[in-house]
């Protein structure tokens, strides 16, 4: 008789096979490798005498250089954008306007972000900078399959003789849904008998990644399968949205594993950008949900326990980590992960992983003592959504989309860090309010292997679906 853990790893070996475009794949990975080049480089003296003229003069500079918000779909919206005018020269740096090329579709908010400028005329002084936020809100009612694209431009003029001008390119685009994607994220089957209810709690995003929250039980279609069987089941299903503030909330445990390889922490604002979109993310944990912080790169540490108390996952989520700057050891964290997170008693379980790479050594060859196989067979063994998050444009996304698939997850794409804030805010969104239970009497007893198909269907009469295996409860 086959074991659960063998037909697990049938299915992924499986996967794996026709997962071409993941096999051998030696492209992106976030390349760690500068981290050896700058321990190891030696200084050459050069005899040649060299004068040097310090400037008195101000030096602008505004990041980020350009941003794109992405899609924005039906009622949702995204998180808006700080901007930061820094003054690195040694003079007072005076900016005699802001402007916004679009303020309809977009807005400017001149006391908005961590140092507010306050106006669009402040004075910088050296080494010093200032901030603005700006929103994307497209106003068209009426929109075309293809969608709109929104140009807009961010001008800023300021006394730097040498960019007297700095214009930041900014993008975003309004869309109809025109896509659904479907995920069982995690099943609650056992123990059972044949005619008991099961749960089933699925996600529905949209191609901008928002959840699509207007779906009714009648939307959504099952299937049931016993493996060996040669009819299938199709039940019947309530549908409800996960509620955390009723009487009996549906409670969950998260792992949050944040990436402080080489590669993330040589641009600083990918680190302050990844923690303000975790700490975020925290904030919004119902009273009886429970998360903890997982840090890593070569080595991997939980900083931060399993706990309800939102403090201590934002003094974890903050603190200075001696670990940052080695490679990339991403199997090994999620395997912490899954070890950790297989205790917990709650209703669900999900693991958050950013990366911006891969399992890298800094040579090519993985880091991690753990398998990619042996850190998905542990995770499907004990239900475990793992949900990727890819930062910048050297991730695998291949691999982090495969690891995603496999397990119950999603993945995201990240083009940049300041898009981070709106990723989170959409696993937020998903896993603490509007996630889907799928209620329904299953045909299997506990020591049968099976499958559930769930389609689902958007008013438009748009479709997705997913499938996932149903193991015995032994």
């Given at each position: 008789m086959m074991t659960k853990k063998n037909f697990i790893l049938l299915a992924l070996f499986l996967s794996m096979i026709f997962s071409f475009s993941l096999m051998g794949c030696g492209g992106g990975g976030g390349d760690d490798s500068d981290e050896s080049a700058a321990s190891n480089s030696t200084t050459t003296t050069n005899?040649?005498?060299?004068?040097?003229?310090?400037?008195?003069?101000?030096?602008?500079?505004?990041?980020?250089?350009s941003f794109d918000f992405g899609i924005v779909t039906d009622v949702n919206s995204v998180e808006p954008l700080e901007v930061t005018i820094q003054n690195n020269g040694a003079a007072n740096l005076v900016v005699s306007d802001i402007t916004l090329s679009d303020t309809v579709n977009f807005s400017l908010d001149l006391n908005g972000g961590t140092t507010p400028c306050g106006s669009s005329t402040p004075t910088i002084a050296a080494d010093a900078n200032c901030t603005v936020i700006i929103d994307f809100d497209p106003q068209d009612t009426t929109i075309p399959a293809e969608g709109i694209d929104y140009p807009a431009v961010l001008?800023?003029?300021?006394?730097?003789?040498?960019?007297?001008?700095v214009d930041i390119d900014l993008a975003g685009k309004r869309q109809d849904i025109t896509e659904i994607n479907v995920t069982i994220n995690q099943i609650d089957a056992c123990p059972r008998s044949v005619g008991e209810q099961v749960k089933a709690y699925v996600s529905v995003t949209d191609q901008g990644g928002f959840p699509v929250t207007t779906l009714e039980a009648t939307d959504f279609a099952l299937t049931e399968t016993v493996r060996g069987a040669s009819t299938a089941y199709s039940p019947s299903a309530d549908a409800t949205f996960i509620d955390a503030d009723s009487a009996n909330p549906v409670t969950i445990s998260i792992a949050l594993l944040m990436d402080y390889s080489f590669s993330i922490t040589q641009e600083p604002d990918n680190v302050t950008d990844m923690e303000n979109a975790a700490l975020s993310f925290v904030s919004q944990l119902g009273e009886n949900d429970e998360a903890e912080v997982i840090k890593y790169s070569t080595t991997i540490e939980r900083v931060q326990p399993f706990t309800s108390d939102q403090t201590s996952l934002s003094t974890a989520i903050q603190s200075t980590w001696s670990g940052a700057g080695g490679k990339t050891a991403l199997y090994d964290a999620i395997a912490l992960a899954v070890e950790d997170i297989s205790a917990s008693t709650k209703d669900r379980t999900a693991i958050i992983i950013i990366t911006d790479g891969e399992d890298n050594d800094g040579s090519g060859e993985p880091l991690s003592d753990s398998t990619l196989e042996e850190v998905i067979i542990d995770a499907k063994l004990d239900g475990v959504p793992v949900f990727t998050v890819g930062l910048g444009d050297r991730v695998n996304p291949d691999l982090l989309q495969f690891i995603a698939d496999q397990t119950g997850g999603t993945f995201s794409a990240s083009t940049t860090s300041d898009n981070l804030a709106t990723v989170y805010q959409q696993l937020?969104?998903?896993?603490?309010?509007?996630q889907y239970v799928l209620t329904y009497n299953t045909t299997l007893d506990s020591t049968q292997i099976g499958a559930l198909q769930v389609t689902a269907t958007y008013a438009t009469?748009?479709?997705?679906?997913?499938?996932?295996?149903?193991?015995?409860?032994?």
């Open positions: 005899t040649t005498t060299t004068t040097t003229t310090t400037s008195t003069a101000p030096e602008i500079s505004v990041l980020p250089e001008s800023v003029l300021s006394n730097d003789t040498t960019s007297p001008q937020a969104s998903l896993l603490f309010t509007n009469g748009i479709t997705g679906t997913d499938t996932i295996d149903i193991l015995t409860c032994d």
